[in-house]
């Protein structure tokens, strides 16, 4: 055995209230011993969530954590998003996903930034190397694109404006992401790209987010899981069937990593893990964590 584990990393949103901190905080230490690479947190566009965000940050480097800020421009002018990339540099994160974000109709200003390569650009211009830059990556392309071409071309851009590697939406059909890293490689883009993985534990949430954000549930998995009703055992059980054959399948083919989309939960990443015999044994040396 050679012992290599294909890393994984963790995606959270920032806690509203002191009581979700808590059920956050208790989360993230069910998951640490998973030892992922880094674990990220949700920036509300517009700003909308900073002050919670940079708060799990800060948390999540007191605990020991490699710790990632999700970065959002839309809406942003270049005076704000100096002065935060000055606090996260002061902080100590040394990781950003560096997104366009979407503003609710009606927000305001788009501010100074158009798209998630200006950002991207930015953070060069501003901080060359110290961060490594992860930017969002639609295998089912996104939703408000012509046509899939225009998408792998503002990819690619988005890429050569200086980003590290590649996190992608959610999907359920691998085909989809084999075919976006042959595309993107014919354009001369060679950096990882790392499928983003949703657990399946709730129809109604999943069916939200799918037509939100033009992941598509394929139609016989739709079937099953509305037939399910109200069984949310069933639904648990399916999901992690289905949801762990789809990480079989990218394994097999030797991903750079799997990020999980973890919702702030912590059962269906371990159940998942655990399938898939991605848990570190206990006896291995875990992040340290402080009470
Ligand atoms: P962009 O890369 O700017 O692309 C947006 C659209 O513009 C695409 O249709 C693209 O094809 C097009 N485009 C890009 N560049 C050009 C160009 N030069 N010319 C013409 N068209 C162009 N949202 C949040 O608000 N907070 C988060 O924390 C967050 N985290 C996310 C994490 C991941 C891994 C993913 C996949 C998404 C995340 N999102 C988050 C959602 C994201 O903000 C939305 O999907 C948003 O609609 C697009 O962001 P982007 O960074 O991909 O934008």
Not at 278 to 288: H, M
């Amino acid at each position: 055995m050679s012992g290599y584990r294909t890393p994984i990393s963790l995606e959270f949103f920032p806690a509203k209230t002191p009581e979700s901190a808590a059920k956050l905080r208790a989360v993230r230490h069910n998951l640490y011993p998973l030892q992922p690479a880094f674990c990220s947190v949700t920036y509300g566009a517009g700003g909308s969530t900073q002050e919670g965000t940079f708060a799990t940050l800060r948390e999540m480097l007191s605990e020991g954590a490699q710790a990632a800020s999700h970065f959002s421009c839309i809406g942003a002018t270049r005076a704000t998003v100096r002065s935060q990339l000055g606090q996260l540099q002061t902080m100590g994160v040394k990781r950003i996903v560096a997104l366009r974000g979407d503003l609710p109709t009606g927000y305001g200003p788009a501010g100074e930034f158009r798209y998630a390569s200006d950002l991207v650009a930015f953070i060069r211009a501003e901080t060359g190397d110290y961060f490594s830059v992860e930017v969002a990556a639609y295998p089912e392309i996104h939703p408000q694109s012509a046509t899939s071409g225009a998408d792998l071309q503002a990819f690619a851009t988005k890429v050569k404006a200086g980003a590290n590697s590649a996190i992608t939406q959610y999907f359920f059909n691998s085909d989809a992401y084999f075919r976006f890293v042959d595309d993107v490689q014919a354009l001369g883009v060679d950096v990882p790209i790392v499928p983003g993985i949703m657990p399946i534990t709730n129809c109604t949430q999943l069916m939200r987010f799918s037509d939100a954000c033009g992941a598509e549930i394929p139609r016989w998995i739709r079937l099953r899981l509305e037939g399910y009703g109200d069984d949310i055992e069933s639904i648990k059980s399916f999901g992690l069937d289905v949801v762990s054959d789809l990480c079989d399948q990218l394994l097999s083919v030797g991903v750079p990593a799997l990020h999980f989309y973890t919702m702030n939960q912590s059962a269906p990443v371990l159940a998942l893990c655990d399938r898939l015999g991605l848990s570190i044994p206990r006896t291995e040396p875990s992040l340290r964590l402080r009470a």
